[in-house]
């Protein structure tokens, strides 16, 4: 049996080590590429393609245009997770503004109809490492969980291709089993 292979776009993250290391436990390959260096076109070999977190700011459209063009128009599942959401809601018409900073695990409600909830129950506990949030789901995407410091903690677009994140969930117990949700739309 061949595994599926996820691209992995590394936006600067601390946690690229564990965050590739999830999907290998998942049963998937993984191949990495710095945000500065996608490609035009995804290999058909990557059945989904997951954005990493990133100190940089999403506002920079100059900079993230080819990583945008490619998570737009790929037709394979796509999930950003903390700055990865935020470039893909930035550049969909989302505003970000400066909170508390928070960092350890958080509970957040989340939407269990959703496939991406699929392992968990109705509150997770999340690792935040952050002080950006998204204020509101931009046209066509729609918040699928939220908590007391953020209205969008989890993001899906309207037709359920692209998912976001605001959490790192390339920790804790419950972060896996929502990659696990995750690994079901692509594998």
């Known amino acids: 049996m061949t595994s599926s292979r996820v691209l992995v776009v590394n936006n600067g993250t601390l946690s690229l080590k564990q965050l590739r290391k999830r999907f ?14 996608v490609p035009a076109r995804l290999d058909p070999r ?16 100059d900079y993230y245009r080819p990583l945008i063009d490619l998570v737009m128009n790929a037709d394979v599942p796509v999930l950003g997770i903390c700055g990865g ?7 969909a018409g989302a505003e970000l503004a400066e909170g508390e900073q928070r960092v350890g695990g958080y509970d957040v409600e989340v939407d269990t109809a959703e496939p991406l909830f699929a392992y968990v129950k109705p ?11 998204l204020q509101g789901a931009p046209p066509g995407f729609r ?3 939220r908590s ?11 037709d359920g291709r692209i998912h976001g994140s605001q959490a790192h969930l390339e920790f804790r117990s419950d972060g896996m089993e929502i990659l696990r949700g995750f690994a079901r739309l692509y594998q």
Do not use: C, N, W
């Open 46 to 61: 990557h059945r989904a393609v997951v954005l990493s977190g990133t100190k940089v700011r999403a506002y920079d459209s």
């Open 148 to 158: 007391e410091h953020a209205p969008v903690e989890f993001l899906a677009s309207d």
């Open 123 to 133: 509150t997770v506990t999340v690792f935040h490492r952050h002080t950006l949030y």
């Open 143 to 145: 918040s699928i969980g």
């Open 85 to 91: 959401m935020q470039i893909i809601a930035v550049a």
């Open 24 to 37: 290998e436990d998942l049963g998937s390959e993984t191949d990495t590429v710095d945000a500065a260096s």
